[in-house]
């Protein structure tokens, strides 16, 4: 299935390449083969899929047990501004102090912002696609508010926020690139959310309240808590994403810490089928196709937003064949 | 005085291409759709009506581009939510995406990176008499003395309008009384989708003269939450999109006030958002949400 949204979004996106002046097979080598090729650019591909492995991994929980979450970006940038707190009043404190310290208060900062929507559609029956919606622009405006107020960089004036203490920069874990502690925290977290969703009673009760909470009801799942608890593991997933930008690679809070990571989010759940390891796969390729697209627009010279055309179309053509295989030809035999 | 009266006039601007998208998105609810791709739709409507103005020199072209637009993204939408029945949160969010994708890239094409900032003339604003909160654009006028009466009329009093309502309502009996619940909805999210993209388009044919890429910053979201908060009727949602713009035309007015700069106005532009989550906690259970809000119709 994946495969086949791959074929059918790159011969949807083909003419698109072609107004561009250039060739689709050329543009489609530059996307995918390209970036594998030298050791720099394939760190880089983990470096991009990084943050969406956070964000998918928090949607795909929570869309498991039938949680529209899609406040993902939001919680993100809570946890982001936590890391950013913490590690400017880090001082000379020890990397092994601060950084746990960063992402247990991100992972917090995220689930509190993930709490109101979970809250209100757990005890009032409240519809929490829009709740959690309408709390992302709420974070970015409580961002560009830190950012022009208290946090505003005294010596440069710009709106960012003062570097963070070197205590708190997560290490580089290959010399001279950019891949940091956060892809491994990433990796960690998907196989224990891998374990917890395919191997654990936990895990079925998410998949069970998702897939039908009458019948959840029915084998007397909690289904109320369980909603709770998936709705805050997934934002606390997501401000995880936030204190991994911070401090692996941004070091400061800047509004433009998430480029809609939140949101590409829902793309990489979505592709990897809401399993942990194909949101792992999703990512790892959504990574590919963004490296790609920087390639791509300093050799053929097509603007770099045919990788986000790219990553959007993917995610229509996946829905939309989700439910073509549900009607796919099968052989009966008598 | 004088300080109201900016206030009220500007009150009248910022909510215009709210109102156009939040009158356009009341169909599409009570269709029983959540049109997610909303603030794609206003985006691509504020460039191509952009760019069409730009290319032939004419506005109204520009606003014809941008419906244009509008309905191409909502049939994409319909034939993903209405036809194949997929989840439309996912496939909302992939159009919005989508649209904004298409638009940088036809923007980094087209224009590239110019020195300066392509701009074209802008509507002029109607000055009946010499009074500033009637000087409003055209468009202005257009949305609240027709589009929100007309959309109210045809929303409550019409044939089409009770079809809109029972697809979303009760989708199963609609059919069975002989109305076609997939056309009606196709129909309910095109009317969506040219209003969310002529909101689009007053924000660069009418305010700003130009394109960037923070144009819309959000307010298809708003229009959104508007619905939700005006409970699906045309008249309150309006209403809520006034309240909107009042807030955020005061905040815009307190930042040249000296004493008042201060303030941090991310705080008064965030209320809106907040208390439309506030009023939909405080209706609590009572939200009568349409009836088949989110579900996709299949013949059994």
Redesign the interface.
């Known amino acids: 299935m994946p495969v086949a949204a791959v074929v059918v979004t790159f011969a949807l996106t083909a003419g698109i390449v072609l107004a561009a002046g250039a060739n689709p097979i050329d543009a489609y080598r530059q996307f995918l083969i390209t970036p594998l090729q030298s050791e720099f650019s394939l760190l880089e591909v983990l470096v991009s899929m990084t943050p969406l492995m956070f964000t998918g991994l928090a949607v795909a929980f929570a869309f498991r047990a039938g949680y529209w979450n899609i406040g993902a970006e939001g919680q993100l940038l809570c946890g982001a501004i936590a890391a950013a707190w913490l590690g400017q009043h880090a001082g000379g404190a020890p990397k092994v102090l601060v950084i746990p310290a960063m992402l247990v208060l991100g992972a917090l900062a995220g689930a509190v912002w993930a709490l109101p929507p979970a809250l209100l559609r757990t005890r009032f029956g409240i519809d929490e696609v829009v709740t959690t919606l309408l709390l992302n622009p709420v974070a970015l405006l409580v961002v560009s508010g830190l950012l022009n107020g208290p946090w505003r960089d005294p010596v440069t004036k710009f709106p960012e926020s003062p570097r963070i203490a070197g205590g708190a920069e997560f290490p580089q874990l290959v010399d001279r690139s950019r891949l940091h502690l956060g892809f491994v925290i990433a990796l960690v977290l998907a196989a224990v959310l891998w374990f917890v969703t395919t191997k654990t009673a936990s895990g079925v009760r998410l998949r069970a309240v998702g897939l039908s909470p009458r019948g959840a009801r029915f084998a007397r799942i909690p289904v109320e808590r369980t909603l709770l608890t998936a709705a805050l593991v997934s934002g606390a997933v997501a401000g995880l994403g936030g204190v991994s930008e911070l401090a692996g690679i941004q070091f400061r809070l800047t509004e433009g810490i998430s480029p809609g990571y939140g949101y590409t989010g829902v793309v990489a759940a979505t592709l990897g089928g809401l399993s942990m390891i194909g949101v792992t796969a999703a990512a790892f390729f959504l990574g590919l196709v963004n490296v790609g697209a920087g390639t791509a627009s300093r050799v053929l010279d097509v603007p770099t937003q045919l990788g986000e055309i790219i990553t959007a179309a993917l995610l229509l053509v996946a829905v939309g064949l989700i439910l073509f295989r549900r009607y796919r030809i099968v052989r009966v035999t008598a | 005085m004088s300080f109201i009266l900016d206030i009220v006039a500007a009150t009248f601007r910022v909510s215009t291409p709210i109102v156009y998208a939040t009158v356009g998105d009341t169909y599409v609810q009570r269709g029983g759709m959540?049109n997610?791709g909303i603030e794609g739709m206003m985006f691509a409507g504020a460039f191509f009506g952009f760019l069409t103005a730009f290319g032939t020199g004419s506005l109204w072209l520009g606003l014809g581009a941008a419906v244009g637009v509008g309905v191409a993204a909502a049939l994409?939408l319909g034939f993903?939510i209405v036809t194949?029945?997929?989840?439309q949160?996912?496939?909302g969010?992939?159009?919005?995406?989508?649209l904004?994708?298409?638009s940088?890239?036809t923007n980094?094409?087209v224009l590239g990176r110019p020195a300066t900032l392509p701009k074209v003339e802008t509507f002029d604003v109607l000055s009946p008499i010499d009074f500033r909160v009637v000087q409003q654009y055209g468009l202005t006028y257009a949305a609240f003395l027709a589009l929100v009466p007309a959309a109210w009329w045809v929303l409550n009093r019409s044939t089409f309008g009770l079809r809109v309502r029972a697809v979303g309502e009760n989708p199963e009996a609609a059919d069975v009384a002989g109305i076609n619940v997939f056309w009606t909805r196709y129909a309910a999210l095109a009317i969506g989708g040219a209003l969310a993209a002529l909101g689009g388009a007053f924000l660069t044919l009418a305010v700003l003269g130009s394109f960037t890429l923070d144009i819309v910053a959000?307010r298809g979201?708003v229009a959104?939450?508007m619905v939700?908060f005006g409970r699906w009727r045309v008249g309150r949602a309006v209403v809520g999109a006034l309240i909107f713009a009042g807030v955020y035309s005061l905040q815009l007015r307190l930042q040249i006030v000296p004493g008042w700069d201060a303030v941090?106005y991310?705080?008064l532009?965030?209320l809106p958002?907040?208390a439309?989550?506030v009023a939909?906690?405080l209706a609590?259970?009572s939200?009568a949400?349409p009836g088949a809000?989110?579900r996709p119709y299949r013949r059994a």
Do not use: K, M, N
């Not at chain 2, 194949?84 to 989840?87: P, V």
């Not at chain 2, 969010?93 to 989508?98: D, E, K, R």
């Open positions: 959540l997610l994409l993903l194949l029945g997929t989840s949160h996912v496939a969010i992939g159009v919005t995406l989508l904004i994708a298409v940088e890239f980094r094409l959000g979201w959104l939450a939700i941090p991310e705080l532009i965030a958002y907040v439309v989550i939909l906690a609590g259970r939200v949400y809000y989110l």
